[in-house]
């Protein structure tokens, strides 16, 4: 357990120092802030200041990278982290949409990912905005749940929604796919599958 620990902890050190250097899209809180000076955003900003180049926007930079295994007691910690983050970093039109967009593709991999592999949550700075993608191995059964039930989502998410919402109201099996749903017809972002052998990637993109 204390290797996983020291294995995330140096994933978050390490996030933590790339998003210092490549936020140019997002708003900088006031260095003066003292309740700021912990967490690392008054370094960023003063780096901003001494015109330090910034990364060029045409490329996606990665904001923050986390690797955990599929392990739903990591969901709401790592959550609870990365909305703080998003909170203090990011505009708020992206903020509200991004930590629903979040939760739901951390907490459905978390959940149906396989412990023999690494469940791996991205957040990227593009020209556009903030591109989320989360990545986990699932086993086949699953993955063809997930193709069919993004097909129906891509369709018609209003349709969709209303249908995995009956069938969480009348307890059916197997269980219903409501995240999912909320983030294409809640948040009105489209999702994108990738498939890599049994790895799944869900990804979306943020605007600004």
């Keep these: 357990m204390a290797t996983v620990q020291q294995g995330r902890g140096r994933d978050l050190n390490t996030s933590a120092r790339t998003a210092n250097q490549h936020a140019s899209l997002f708003e900088d809180p006031t260095a003066s802030d ?50 703080a983050y998003c909170d203090l970093c990011m505009p708020p039109q992206v903020t509200q949409r991004l930590n629903v967009a979040i939760y739901e593709l951390y907490a459905n991999a978390l959940r149906y990912g396989s412990s023999a592999d690494e469940v791996r949550l991205e957040l990227a700075q593009t020209a556009r905005g ?19 039930h993004l097909e129906r989502v891509k369709a018609d998410p209003e349709a969709a929604f209303s249908n995995e ?19 294409a017809h809640e948040c009105q972002l489209v999702l994108e599958l990738e498939l890599h052998g049994d790895r799944v990637v869900l990804s979306t993109l943020c605007e600004i």
């Design 34 to 83: 003292p309740t700021l000076r912990v967490s690392g955003v008054q370094a960023r900003a003063e780096r901003h200041a001494s015109g330090r180049p910034q990364a060029s926007p045409v490329e996606a930079a990665v904001l923050i990278s986390l690797g955990a295994p599929a392990e739903p007691a990591l969901l709401e910690p790592t959550c609870t982290y990365l909305a």
């Design 165 to 183: 919402m009956n069938r969480f109201a009348s307890g059916s099996q197997p269980a219903p796919m409501v995240g999912l749903v909320r983030i």
């Design 130 to 148: 903030v591109r989320l993608s989360v990545s986990n191995r699932a086993e086949k059964p699953e993955l063809e749940r997930l193709v069919a």
